[in-house]
């Protein structure tokens, strides 16, 4: 199992602040699982941080990964 969680206008999108879901090869998959069961999800903006850290491309998941997905920050 991997952990979503849901921050910002996502939880809104989405209607959950954190999912559970059997593992996925890889965020590219994920990502495509997640904007087929929450179609709105595909026209928002968003970072995805894997244990912590944003990532920029595909990364590999493993079993217990916990997975973010964060609307994009903005300088105040």
Request: aromatic share 10%.
């Amino acid at each position: 199992m991997i952990e979503v969680l849901f921050f910002g206008q996502l939880t809104d999108i989405t209607g959950i602040s954190s999912l559970s879901l059997d593992s996925f090869s890889d965020t590219d998959s994920l990502v495509s699982h997640l904007q087929q069961r929450f179609p709105d999800l595909a026209k928002a903006k968003y970072m995805i941080a894997v244990e912590n850290h944003v990532i920029n491309s595909a990364i590999s998941l493993k079993p217990g990964s916990s997975i973010a997905f964060m609307p994009p920050f903005s300088g105040g």
